[in-house]
């Protein structure tokens, strides 16, 4: 399937089996409990929109933002607007966002083999640092799907592993399979909202993502206000807000 082609999870009985036994194999539990509110703000395919615009809140606030990206995705027009370049890449981590991974051809992990999602993988981190990324620490599942091959090939190459399914990330979460919060379409906001209420109820860490961020977003997407809104509102309330790896390091993860 390519990644201009809808999403559509597998719903067959095989697929749900499969992603039953991804969801309780290859654990990797938090050993530690955060202590405190923490908060990371993350881009999915790094839109060239989440490049500027969303960087730019980020920097207005002396915050950094972690950025998944699939490098077979530079420059191409994809669902929610085209996609950062190079040249992009390169400001963003030379101005302290952080370059993380996402394989290289926006592989469906749901349905690839172990073997294919590790070598598309390794594509990608080596073109990424090309591009400047010191150390890719943190990946997102294409999609937020996954298997068992392929969780278990990817399980001790990142420090944290994130998905899509809603959660916040506490002592005994699972780092292989890590949930995230999108501020996306019409209900994304008051999700995040939702969520950021519990991570600071629960002394927990949360990872917020969206794609583009734009005056008249995609449905992965949202406005310059909302992505701002949601950050000064975690500010005031009193969160630690890091990248998804600087989080990770203080956790000692």
């Known amino acids: 399937m390519s990644y201009a082609e809808a999403y559509a999870a597998d719903n067959s009985l095989y697929g749900k089996l499969r ?15 955060p202590g405190r509110p ?9 839109p060239l929109t989440a490049a500027t615009a969303g960087a730019a809140i980020l920097e207005a ?8 990206v ?8 994809a669902p929610m607007g085209v996609c950062a370049g190079s040249e992009d890449y390169r400001r963003l981590a030379d101005a302290g ?3 993380a991974c996402h394989t290289y051809s926006h592989l469906d992990c749901g349905r690839a083999s172990g073997r294919a999602a590790r070598a598309d993988v390794e594509r990608n981190v080596q073109t990424l640092s090309a591009w400047g990324a010191e150390t890719l620490e943190s990946f997102a599942y294409p999609y937020g799907d996954v298997g068992p091959g392929p969780k278990s090939a990817l399980a ?22 890590a949930p995230a919060v999108g501020i996306e379409g019409p209900p994304g906001p008051a999700a995040a909202r939702r969520w950021m209420e ?19 977003p995609s ?29 990770a390091r203080r956790l000692g993860i």
């Open 61 to 68: 606030r002396g915050l950094r933002g972690t950025f998944y």
């Open 156 to 177: 001790g190459r990142f420090s944290t592993l994130r998905a899509l399914h809603h959660g916040i990330i506490e002592r005994g979460s699972d780092l292989n399979q």
């Open 70 to 77: 699939s490098a077979g995705l530079a420059g191409k027009d």
């Open 97 to 99: 966002h952080e370059l």
């Open 219 to 247: 449905p992965w997407g949202c406005t310059p206000e909302t992505f701002a809104a949601i950050i000064d509102e975690a500010l005031a309330a009193g969160f630690e807000i890091g990248t998804v790896g600087a989080v």
């Open 19 to 33: 992603r039953r036994t991804a969801w309780m194999t290859h654990r990797r539990p938090l050993a530690v409990a």
């Open 198 to 216: 519990r991570a600071k109820a629960r002394n927990a860490w949360l990872i917020l993502y969206t794609h583009d961020v734009a005056p008249d």
């Open 38 to 46: 923490m908060l990371s703000l993350s881009f999915d395919d790094a």
